[in-house]
């Protein structure tokens, strides 16, 4: 009986250890994933591709007609309310991407340009 206690205990305190651990995985192995995505829409992915006017060095980016993402440090709140509207020059994104996609688009820039200042 007390070996059976005693696995219990072992097993008990292994599953109060790992939780924060096994909790916490899923969502930094979906914000990775999320940050992929936006890399991936900045470079190609959507029509027009960000990369053709915007610098972003993250991307390899040297467009010249947008702002430089660099220097401007957006909020995510900012880069989405800019694809899904538009903004001077930029075209709306709001018909060719999803809100996922705009999500994952505003969050990389946001990252990727070290944020708001």
Same mark, same amino acid.
């Given at each position: 009986? $007390? #070996?059976?206690?005693? #696995? /219990?205990?072992?097993?008990? /305190? ?5 939780? %924060?651990?096994?909790?916490?995985? %899923? ?6 994933? &999320? +940050?992929?995505?936006? #890399? =991936?829409?900045?470079? !190609?992915?959507?029509? *027009? %591709? ?9 991307? !390899?980016?040297? @467009?010249?007609? !947008? %702002? ?9 709140? #900012? ?5 899904? @509207?538009?903004?001077? /020059?930029? *075209? =709306?994104?709001? @018909?060719? +991407?999803?809100? /996922? &996609?705009?999500?994952? +688009?505003? $969050? ?5 340009? !070290?944020? *708001?200042?």
């Amino acid at each position: 009986m $007390r #070996r059976v206690l005693a #696995r /219990a205990g072992v097993a008990v /305190a292994a599953i109060v250890c790992l939780a %924060p651990i096994l909790a916490a995985t %899923p969502a930094s192995v979906s914000s990775d994933a &999320q +940050l992929g995505e936006g #890399r =991936s829409l900045f470079i !190609g992915g959507a029509t *027009p %591709p960000c990369a053709i006017c915007h610098t972003l060095k993250d991307a !390899g980016a040297t @467009g010249s007609v !947008g %702002p430089v993402l660099d220097e401007l440090r957006p909020d995510e709140d #900012r880069v989405a309310a800019a694809i899904r @509207g538009g903004i001077g /020059a930029m *075209p =709306s994104f709001a @018909g060719s +991407l999803t809100d /996922a &996609q705009i999500r994952a +688009l505003a $969050r990389y820039v946001a990252t990727a340009s !070290g944020g *708001p200042r």
